[in-house]
């Protein structure tokens, strides 16, 4: 998509975020923080909105996002920070940092924690990216059921995976003889199980919309098909790739649930950790040591991806989505690929599915049958497995609305070229404090919640209409970062042009922006419903008894005897999985796409 | 280049999909909340917002009481509650019983709730020391549960026993004879077929350490553990894992026919029975908030959670006993499931001095055993 004809392309182009090199900088000093500045005619942008009003508008825009996290993270997370660096006097008390940090066993969780969430981040990477390429650039029938398939595993409760992976692996099991019942590797398996879907379509979405001829023409100067890859893709996918992979280590270095349910016994993370301290011990001040070091290890993470991110950036030529049918060379990506869905995804899958079919009156549909009904079996008041999927389906879409209206102005910002220092580091340090939400331990901040908003404003907190604003949260980070790569990508020189021939900033937004915008969109309002549908541990917190979500039923049906309330959990989980498979399917081909249409190759 | 010339089209389309987005969501955006505010399936006359709560007072007003997650409540009898009482009913349920006790503690200072249901004997001590609940004697207490009351202040509601569970059939089949004891379960032909669950994230996990530090001894239950552990003892992470997923009689089919449980849970699995010499008990109580803004609300709803109704409901909706022993059990309660003569009692001020050190010690040998 070059605006100018000539444009060669094979180059990548500066990265967007410097100047261009025809670029004046006259005004730098007072530039209006985070204002768009065309540097070719920056008079028309004066006539068209005047710095000061477009730094306004950009204000207002930025100050949406930092409300909502301040009130609905800072507020929470700093709430249980503060009660854990203080002391009974209200003075600061760092004493417990001195006596956790001196333990030996402290650092023996940072180095778990980190041991596991590489090993998850890289197994995640090496089996999505060839994921990404089948599922993303190869044409073949059954291409898009694979895709729904691998994003099941998002949405599905830990503990309905961990009695999947379980029923697979233990002793009896299927899979027993392997021998990987309660070790580190069913961890780290089960962390791929979880993340692959975020790589494959992170990385997938950027990499259908490459433009093919630049490795072609690489092939064509005689490079190996491995040369090409490695000199051509990879750079170009950098940012999706850095972008993926650090939210892979975020939610593989707070995984709770697969650690403690298939983990080698005794060995805990700093999440668990954080969980222990809080909820059994109520120690406060050694749970704040804790999550100030899982803070540490998410601050390092997000800055190394985003450093690694920072020198891959580059506009791309991206092209409306374009595949190939399969051919030979790409063989050995689309065995992995298979193997993965197979052996990885889809074997829990179908344990869990039948197990689904199965009742004390043998094969059938029983379990499905008892959705409907809470007689025998009776929950919360009545609330049978169908209300709370609705409830679920209903949260989702606030959350999933809400999340684009904070996402979306938030994309924006953090992509918009800015040339002063102030702005350049504002946007640098909101990029990264996005991603807390997900380094952040669920139990600090489903207590944080009791403490701060519960706590201020108790009848709105138990009307639970705080889910769907706490699920957005949660859902964010993913949303932002599904965004901001493919905005970045945005050629500055296409802004600049616009902005030439008279385009106001607005229409710029529009016309420039917008297609780029609305081609990420449906994947990112896929992962906000996703997010949102398996959301577990502040919806827990916030959630009104008689209006609980699918997730926390399942959980809570797991909870209790009788074999109905065990077979009702697993249907349950059938159909949320089955729900968010189709509802990521939908989002995708929601995607406007040209004219041309995308079938016929270019 | 043909994208170009495509791209008013394609933004047309573009604009065309996000509207037609942006409609769909406008259109069922706010549902979750007008539905959670409307008459839904929830509380019989609609949860009140803050503001008619507070203008409400004169007519009785609202009583909020938090729970634990297991609390079961049918809108039937939410609705007599409200109409005998004239308060009207709203709860809160953020967690397990450990999660209920902690979300007290921390909110002390400010309390937000009136009443509380579901605090068990192994944190009763703590929070009558924490100084969250207030005195309540209530006159609706049943003959039966009379010495079951703490200090005045937490009145008991359900009763039941955390036993190791036996699959009978199983031993039937392997011809071994089931373990009777306590100690018979650290020998090594039964140490390496129980699957118990751990006591630092689990309530029966704690009950059973308790139970084992009071029978073995302050000096020998780190021995006991020690041969448990060393002989092959699995610790899952909750109830559900090592009830579905590694006991041989559950859903899971695992490999340990002992586990960790319920004495009620042989009600739903007649192929198992309880090891009696293992059974602790469990009661679980209610109390008025130290604080509350509607005690009498708060009083009112104990005196219902005491009443016949509630108490003959308790096997059904939340498996555990009614203090009321007068009341008869469901048939296959009766049958399979009735609770222990003489079941182990673990002192509650013990506990409540005890706990953080008996969950590190436990930490370190579990640690150090793996």
């Excluded at chain 1, 025809?22 to 028309?44: C, F, K, L, Y």
Aim: glycine share 10%; net charge negative.
């Amino acid at each position: 998509m070059s605006l100018v004809p000539g444009d060669p392309a094979l180059v990548p182009t500066p990265a967007p975020t410097r100047v261009p090199a025809s670029g004046r900088a006259p005004e730098t000093g007072t530039a209006p923080p985070g204002g768009d500045r065309a540097d070719v005619v920056p008079g028309r942008w004066r006539r068209a909105a005047g710095p000061v009003g477009r730094g306004l508008v950009w204000t207002v825009v930025a100050a949406v996002p930092l409300a909502f996290l301040a009130v609905f993270f800072l507020w929470p997370v700093g709430s249980m920070l503060a009660r854990g660096v203080t002391n009974a006097a209200g003075q600061l008390d760092l004493g417990a940092f001195a006596e956790v940090l001196a333990e030996s066993r402290t650092w023996r969780l940072v180095g778990q924690t980190l041991g596991l969430a590489v090993a998850g981040t890289l197994g995640s990477l090496l089996l999505g990216l060839p994921g990404a390429y089948v599922l993303y650039r190869c044409r073949f029938p059954g291409r898009n059921l694979l895709r729904g398939l691998s994003t099941v595993p998002f949405v599905l409760p830990t503990v309905v995976v961990g009695t999947a992976f379980r029923a697979l692996l233990a002793e009896n099991g299927p899979l027993g003889f392997l021998g990987l019942d309660q070790t580190l590797t069913a961890v780290v398996l089960a962390m791929v199980f979880f993340n692959f879907s975020v790589v494959v379509r992170q990385v997938g979405a950027l990499w259908s919309t490459l433009d093919p001829r630049t490795g072609e023409a690489a092939r064509m100067l005689g490079a190996s098909p491995w040369r090409t890859f490695v000199t051509v893709t990879v750079p170009a996918l950098g940012p999706a790739i850095a972008s993926a992979g650090s939210l892979v280590f975020l939610f593989c270095s707070t995984a709770f649930g697969i650690v403690q349910t298939l983990g080698r016994p005794g060995v805990g993370t700093l999440e668990t950790e954080i969980y222990i301290q809080t909820t059994a011990f109520l120690d406060l001040r050694t749970a704040a040591v804790f999550s100030t070091l899982q803070f540490v290890v998410v601050i390092l993470a997000v800055t190394l991806a985003n450093r690694f991110r920072a020198g891959t950036e580059t506009a791309l030529r991206l092209r409306e989505p374009t595949s190939h049918p399969l051919r030979r060379a790409d063989a050995v990506p689309f065995a992995v690929t298979m193997l993965t869905v197979v052996l990885l995804i889809a074997a829990p899958i179908v344990a869990l599915v039948a197990r689904s079919f199965q009742s004390s009156q043998g094969w059938g549909l029983r379990n499905y049958e008892l959705l409907g009904s809470s007689a025998g079996s009776g929950f919360a008041g009545g609330t049978t497995v169908l209300q709370a999927l609705e409830h679920s389906v209903k949260i989702a879409l606030d959350a999933t609305v809400i999340t684009l209206v904070v996402g979306v102005p938030l994309a924006l910002l953090l992509t918009r070229p800015v040339r002063s220092r102030w702005a350049v580091r504002a946007q640098r340090l909101f990029d990264a404090a996005i991603m807390l939400p997900l380094g952040v331990s669920a139990v600090t901040v489903g207590f944080g919640f009791v403490v701060s908003l519960v706590a201020s404003a108790p009848q709105l907190a138990y009307s639970g209409a705080l889910v769907p604003l706490a699920q957005a949260v949660v859902a964010l980070p993913l949303v932002v970062r599904s965004l901001v790569p493919v905005l970045r990508a945005v050629d500055p020189r296409l802004r600049e042009a616009a902005a030439v021939l008279g385009a106001s900033p607005g229409r710029v937004l529009r016309t420039v922006d917008g297609p780029f915008l609305a081609r990420g969109l449906g994947l990112a309002a896929g992962f906000a419903f996703a997010v949102s549908l398996g959301e577990f541990g502040a919806t827990t917190f916030l959630a009104s008894p008689d209006y609980q979500t699918l997730p926390v039923l399942i959980v809570r049906l797991l909870g209790r005897p009788g074999e109905d309330n065990y077979g009702m959990a697993m249907a349950g989980s059938v159909i949320l999985a089955v729900l968010t498979a189709t509802v990521m399917l939908v989002c995708e081909r929601l995607r406007p796409r040209g004219a041309a249409g995308t079938g016929a190759g270019f | 280049m043909h994208h170009l010339s495509a791209a008013p089209t394609s933004r047309r389309r573009a604009r065309g999909a996000l509207a037609i987005l942006g409609i769909a969501a406008l259109a069922l955006t706010g549902c979750s909340v007008a539905d959670q505010s409307g008459a839904g399936d929830g509380t019989a006359p609609a949860t009140t917002d803050g503001a008619s709560g507070a203008s409400g007072a004169g007519t009785g007003g609202t009583v909020t009481v938090m729970t634990h997650d297991s609390f079961n409540i049918t809108e039937e009898q939410i609705a007599a509650f409200e109409q005998e009482s004239g308060y009207e009913l709203t709860t809160t349920a953020p967690g397990d019983a450990g999660t209920l006790v902690n979300q007290l503690i921390l909110s002390k200072d400010n309390p937000t709730v009136d009443a509380v249901y579901g605090i068990d004997n192994l944190s009763a001590q703590r929070v009558i020391d924490e100084g969250v609940v207030a005195e309540y004697a209530s006159g609706a207490l049943p003959e039966s549960a009379q010495d079951l009351v703490v200090e005045d202040r937490l009145t008991p509601i359900d009763q039941g026993q955390v036993c190791v569970n036996v699959d009978e059939q199983w031993f039937e089949e392997n011809d071994l004879a089931a373990p009777t004891t306590l100690e018979d379960l650290a020998r090594p032909e039964y140490a390496r077929l129980f699957v118990t669950t751990n006591p630092v994230t689990s309530s029966p996990g704690l009950a059973f350490l308790a139970a084992t530090v009071t029978e073995k001894g302050e000096d020998g239950w780190q021995d006991y553990w020690q041969r448990l552990l060393e002989g092959g003892t699995k610790v899952a992470a909750g109830w559900s894992d090592a009830y579905y997923s590694d006991f041989s009689a559950g859903e899971g089919q695992g490999a340990y026919p002992l586990v960790l449980s319920y004495s009620s849970s042989p009600a739903f699995a007649p192929t198992t029975g309880v090891v009696e010499d293992t059974c602790t008990t469990q009661v679980e109580y209610a109390g008025v908030v130290e604080g509350a803004k509607n005690p009498e609300g708060a009083q009112a709803f104990i005196d219902f959670l005491l009443a016949e109704d509630f108490q003959a409901s308790l096997p059904e909706n939340m498996f555990m006993y009614p203090v009321d022993e007068s009341l008869e059990l469901p048939a296959e309660w009766a049958q399979n499931a009735t609770l222990v003569e003489d079941p182990i009692e673990a002192d509650l001020r013990q506990i409540a001095e005890k706990r953080e050190a008996w969950l590190e010690d436990w930490n370190a040998l579990y640690e150090a055993a793996s």
